[in-house]
């Protein structure tokens, strides 16, 4: 089974940047789909991009032009670049496989925007 460990949130002020990163086992992640989700408080998790196995990437409406996915296959990792950060941005941020989760997900790791 595989398994996720994202790292890297924090507290950020608004127009600041955070890199995420998601370590997960297995010698088969470079074919799959990764994406990245976000939490907020109250609210359903929501899918803000992917990176398919050969790079292709797409992004929310609200993340375009602010956040990059990539990966490194050979660390078995995928990241995620936020830059210009917003008060909306704040959430717990996940990674999971795309369109199909895996079975179990990381504990997520929290981001939160605020002066």
């Known amino acids: 089974q595989v398994q996720l460990v994202e790292s890297g949130g924090g507290l950020a002020q608004p127009g600041g940047s955070l890199r995420l990163s998601c370590a997960a086992s297995g010698s088969i992640f470079r074919i799959y789909t990764m994406g990245w989700f976000r939490q907020a408080p109250g609210k359903q998790r929501d899918l803000v991009a992917t990176?398919?196995?050969?790079?292709?990437?797409n992004y929310a409406d609200s993340v375009k032009g602010r956040f990059t996915i990539s990966r490194d296959n050979a660390k078995n990792t995928v990241y995620l670049q936020m830059n210009n950060l917003e008060p909306e941005d704040t959430a717990v941020y996940y990674c999971?496989?795309?369109?199909?989760?895996?079975?179990?997900w990381g504990q997520g790791t929290q981001v939160t925007v605020s002066s």
């Open positions: 999971n496989r795309v369109p199909s989760p895996f079975g179990s």
């Open positions: 990176i398919t196995r050969g790079d292709t990437t």
